[in-house]
């Protein structure tokens, strides 16, 4: 099956400066990426996805790039805030395949003011 | 518009005990998944469900039993609890195939003693 590796696993950045966390994937069938932000006590909201024909999408401060053939894809933050801090996650699916994400272990954010 | 709505939030169970975790959704989504979420693990796959009356096997199903009557509940039930089963427990609903659009409820912390 899907083997998603995620890095780091935590992350330490001053407000302002830009963070990257990255992620490899093992399925060369896989075609869907999404990424989820979790707050304290709350379920992963998802922030960006992308897909296996797009290299690159951006929403605003948020960008995601893929590379299929080396199968990585990563998340990057501009410009961060403290409200940025939280654990990150990202994902893997088949997109046809039942209703299956495989995650990564998590990067845990943390923005100093 | 409650989204996905789980309960309890916490719950502590005894080793062999049994307990059903709640999930409903009022967004009539057809797809829906269990996950479990482990420090450093990410979160995994338990069992999912692609409509009333179908469900299917996740990653991690043993010691876990669900079924889907109706379109908005997906309860989850631990048959016999054990230390193992200790985590954080999430229910997600989707309208749409291939692990994409997931809403998150805010999860259920279980410890087994």
């Known amino acids: 099956g899907e083997n998603v590796e995620q890095h780091p696993s935590t992350l330490s950045v001053q407000e302002g400066d830009s963070a990257v966390i990255k992620c490899t994937y093992s399925?060369?069938?896989?075609?869907?990426f999404p990424w989820y932000k979790q707050e304290l006590g709350k379920g992963p909201q998802l922030i960006i996805d992308?897909?296996?024909?797009?290299g690159e999408k951006k929403d605003q401060r948020i960008a995601v790039t893929l590379n299929k053939t080396a199968k990585h894809f990563s998340l990057h933050i501009t410009e961060t805030q403290p409200e940025d801090s939280a654990v990150y996650f990202c994902a893997a699916s088949i997109g046809n395949a039942g209703n299956m994400l495989t995650f990564g272990g998590g990067t845990r954010l943390m923005v100093k003011p | 518009n409650a989204g996905v709505t789980q309960t309890p939030k916490f719950q502590v169970l005894k080793t062999g005990q049994s307990m059903t975790l709640q999930c409903a959704q009022d967004m009539n989504h057809e797809y829906m998944s269990w996950y479990r979420q482990d420090p450093g693990m990410g979160l995994r796959l338990i069992h999912y469900?692609?409509?009333?009356?179908?469900?299917d096997q996740g990653e991690v199903p043993n010691g876990y039993n669900v079924s889907r009557s109706t379109t908005e509940d997906f309860p989850l039930r631990l048959l016999s609890a054990a230390p193992s089963q200790t985590s954080v427990y999430f229910c997600a609903s989707s309208y749409t195939t291939g692990g994409r659009g997931y809403t998150f409820g805010s999860g259920t912390r279980l410890t087994v003693v």
């Open positions: 469900s692609v409509g009333a009356g179908i469900t």
């Open positions: 399925d060369s069938a896989s075609n869907y």
């Open positions: 992308i897909r296996s024909n797009v």
